[in-house]
């Protein structure tokens, strides 16, 4: 049989010469905050010239520049150019890029037990994580330990039985965004809204707690840390993770990793301790992620670390992502007022005036869910997810994959298939009018070519909070559709090319208008308010 040839060239092929752009890009962000700057580009130059290009530094900063902002359309171009499964070296790092469905779903799902495995990257793992949070962790026992804890809390049993806490937070979206919006007449940046709703969500769901105002100090701190790991920990951003002999040397990014991973012991870690004295004195802690892990400290052997860390993959992964498709849902609907057109008319012949939408609508609200698929599907809140690797030697058609190899997913190309969307940079929701499964169910679907998009990844590391999610994204957009008309403002435009964040992708801070829709919903808001203050605000 033939010998499968090494997917990698050799160090001076045209692979190869991708290298020093991306490479010294992250280097160059690393050493441009550091006070020595010129001894560092004499070294940058020293290190080109030692991988055998001719790149000055000029020419790497300039390439630089342009994959800081948007790394996934650089990837999106060599794919166009390289096709759909290219290797790239970034310092003594292998990455396989994949950018087709086909491929993603044979190297990730058929071969999960070889591609289920994560570098452990210096800044992320080794330094924020130290080793624990399931989202870093290698593809090992302690893994598999986690995942099973997580899915404790959020698999569709665990989803069904704290729904009524995303329906409430959503509820209080919709009514402070409409005590705030005066009438339409009041510029409101729905980002904030967005933001404290997932917030207070993930904060229950892990803690049994929840701040009442986008003023609490709380929604502050957490989502500055969780923007900070998001901008830190970025799959190929951080030069120091691939080339060992800098972990050893100072840096401003191990500086940040490491009062990142201090900040996440002192708040999370605070918030756990709170909750174990009290459980230790006898006091009622209503149940959530974190009083489940206490009570099975001892029988699956969590340490304080796996404890802290596990809360804070929950709060970070669950935050700056749902928040992020909402935003980018109230970003976009202001250009496209016929799609808010549309699901109104949905809305008011499904659910009518006299009720919010609920869970229970939205197998008979398609057009809503079509436009969540279409914003998912055109801003993925991770581009280049977090990326697998391979634990040993693996074959991909003629292709050998070594083991250690780093495997992204190019989800911005697979979105952007002209063939499978047809002018994929329109945001048409049409595209998902007859796609009745959700997104937990599409990636289960046997031809991946027909899955609604890969925001999710896939294999057996494939998020665990799809099914959360999915339902809290739903919620609050069919009830902002059903609740506002939301306006662009003249002279305030919106900008949808642009985001903010390294390696999630929020759009950039922006304002709309929002004028309710009809004199009944302040009433209904009103007394659904009333319903939760007499009934059901007890689950926090
Ligand atoms: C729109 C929202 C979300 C998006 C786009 C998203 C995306 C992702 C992606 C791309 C991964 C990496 C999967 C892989 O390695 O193949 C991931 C992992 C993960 N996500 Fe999410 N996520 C979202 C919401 C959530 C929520 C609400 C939670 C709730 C806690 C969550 C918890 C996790 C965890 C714990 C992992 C680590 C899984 C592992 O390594 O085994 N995610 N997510």
Sequence with gaps: MEEPTLILASPRSNYHAFLPISLM??????LSEHPRIKVWFAFVAAYANFLGTNSSVDHVLGSFLSLKRYPERTLHRWAKYYGPIYSVWLGNQLFVIVSEPGIAKGLMATHGAVFSDRKEM???????LVGRGITASPYSKRWRKHRRIASLWLSRKAVESYTHVLDFEATDMISHLHRDCGNGMADVNPQVYADQCSLNNMLTITFS???????????????????EFMNITGPVSNLVDFVPILQRLPSSMRCRARTLHSKLVNVYGGLIKEIAEKMQAGGEVQDCLVKTMLLRKEKEALDELDVTMLASAFIIGGIETTASVMQWFTALIPAHPHVQTRAQEELDRVVGRDRLPTVEDEANLPYCSAIVKEVERCHNPFWLGTPHMANRDSAYGEHLIPKGTVVVLNTWTMHHDPERWGSPMEFAPDRYANEQLHSSASAKLPNPKERDHWIFAAGRRICPGMLVAEREIRLTVSRMLWAFDTHPIAGKPIDLNEYDGESGRSPMPFEVRLRPRFPGVRKILEEESERWRIGSTSHC
């Design 25 to 30: 890009g992250g280097f160059l962000r690393e």
């Design 122 to 128: 210096f800044i992320k793992s080794q330094t924020v």
């Design 209 to 227: 707690f929840r701040t009442d105002s986008a003023h609490h100090p709380m929604v502050a701190l957490a989502l500055r840390l969780s923007r």
